[in-house]
């Protein structure tokens, strides 16, 4: 079904890991002189992934092409640098897409099936002015759809019949994509345990391209609560401000461990907020953090303060609507929690 | 535990003990996560599980819960925390209940209460609280006959689209009433168990016709030399977009009352001959009628033909259920599997009682209702000996305290 143009076409299929296989190429030859077109076309593909967002075709060396794509994503993979893994797939995945788009029903059906496990039918339906070629099984439709904010691909949107979902071959092409991306994504987070020796110099290369296009990658992350993005303004804005390294008052202190203590970070997590802090010091921190969760001393777990005390102490900053039905940054984080997740008012089990 | 909790809780007892008990337990049983309700101060016992359904009868019959869960989701380890559980898959589950309808009737007989600043009202509890704006509010609600036969026509609506458009066979479904005001509807099939949360709120959305948007279903105005015309689907097309006509057709079908149009819009449509419908893809010979009022029709036919699901259940991975074949707390009735065929024939108010002989209680207040054949109430203040199962559903509606 596939020609060896197909694989240089589409390297993330199955048939193209095989293909190397074949080849019986090992991680030494990548330093031979042979390879040098290999390598080039590799750190094209990511230069311009990092750069552009997309990766341009070139199918006058087929074999480098094949082998290149599985060298780009190992140097990616030994930088450690997850954003750029995403921001290579997501490229890669377009570039595939551009060319998806273009196949024969036939070929689309085939590399859905083999590669992704899809199950899906021709169906050559026109039940009214748009032609549908396929019918997609409903479950690998949803894991690529929900990727897809335009409202065409809202479900109630679709033709559902008997569990299988309509697409035209564009469509189809479209779904593949995230299936391509999800692919890369997932590859690329395998990684070997050191980076071998001809790769040394790329990867180093790599990491400053990475720099040099993504910025320098920010230290500081969210704490990991049960739902980040529930947290009210001013909460957010203390995690701002200590993350750029900004003086952060005492009540302010307070006020952002009490928060976190009461939502259910890990104490870790908590200290790991005050890191940035110009004035850190992990055993104070620690020692306050234990305090307010109720570990050491009165063994009374401290509460957020109320707001009214956060607007005179200038901690509140910019509230917004949900605010102004709350009294307490812990009720808009319960509210908003309650409303991102769609559950409105807390029930009993059905 | 307050005196009716504690009779409550005997009869409970009585009725687990019965050897002949048998419990329906779900597929996979010791993959699951159980939970208890306890009368006990209301404490939920979670995370335990079972090997058999003979082991999960005996805690039953041990705990006495007010009401029994299973988890829908499997897991290596039920037992474990949340988080250390090893989600492995969930059923696709449904949950269609009065409280999420808009039944006339409610007025009469639901009210609620904001627990901030103590406002009440008549009929379903709003989201929050008109006057404070919080959510605390209390409900108290009844079971009615108009609720329950919406919830079953809400429901028949559900399995349908189940079958024909998600194409999910009927031997994989299981259909329970819930022993309160609705049903429940089970899937078990490896196409489904896998659907992560945002895939499930699509399949909701779907029944739900949520966000549907009609002009994606191919409902336009075109224009022929000068003419504008509405065009749109067709009947007997697969999934919404002849779900969508067949909606229109019943409501030109009907009084058009109500619905958002204006008489002469009415007049118009009602002197148009409904079963073009059925023949053409063009809508536009209704004379007066454009695309403004068909996109009304399209609204109108959408939420009659919709399945009104609880979002929130069907997306929750991790939820736990009801299980069938156990009494529910909130009446005394028995959650029980109803097959599919049956559906339309089961009486909520006479295949679930449990309980038999009589009892006397003392009644505040309680709207009128029907169990079985007899019909009781309504009652205001009075002591009155009534069968076991009305007794019962008075006591675990805290509507009537017992007598000794
Ligand atoms: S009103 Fe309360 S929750 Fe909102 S920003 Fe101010 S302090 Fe924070
Ligand atoms: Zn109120
Ligand atoms: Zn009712």
Redesign the interface.
Known sequence: MLTRADLAKYPFLNEASDYIKELGISIDDIASPDFSPVLERAEKRLEEALSKGRVSNEFGNENAEILSFPVSNLILSLTGEERAQRRFALAEAKRAYELLRQESPEKLDYIARTTFGWKLNKIDAQ????FYDFGI???DY??N??HLKE??W???????????V?ATREELARLLEEEVRTKIVDRSSRLPGEIPKPLQPKVERTRGLITKWLGVPSHYELPRVPSPEAMPPCVKHLIDDLAEGKNVQHMGRFTLASFLVNIGAGEEDIVKAFKPASDFSERMTRYQVEHIAGKRGGRTKYTCPMCTTLKTHGVCYKPDDICS?IRNPLSYYK?KARIL?????K???? | MNQAEQVIRQKFQQYYLDPKRQLDPPLNPSEREYGFLLFNGKFMVRHRSFKDPLSLLTAVRDLVPSHVYFSTAYYREPTAPMEEKGWTGADLVFDIDADHLNTPCKPDHDNWKCKACGTTGNGGAPKLCPKCKNDRLEEQTWLCDRCLQEAKEETAKLLEMLYTDLGIDNEATRLFFSGHRGYHVHVYSKQTSQLGEEERREIADYLLAQGLDPQLHELEETSVGGTKLAEGPLIGQPGWRGRIVAGIYDILGSEMDQIGLTSTQVHALKSWDRENLLRKPFWNSAKGIGISTWKTLVTKAVEKKSAKIDTVVTTDIHRLIRMPGTLNGHTGLLAMKVPEERLDEFDPFTEPLAFHGQMKVKVKVSPGFRLGEERFGPYHDETVQLPSAAAMLLLCKHRAEPIA
């Open positions: 039940p009214g002015k748009r099984s409903l479950a949803l894991r759809s929900v409202p065409k809202k479900l109630p949107n679709r033709i559902l019949d008997h569990g299988l309509y039905t509210s997740t769609g559950k409105g008012p029930r009993e089990p059905s």
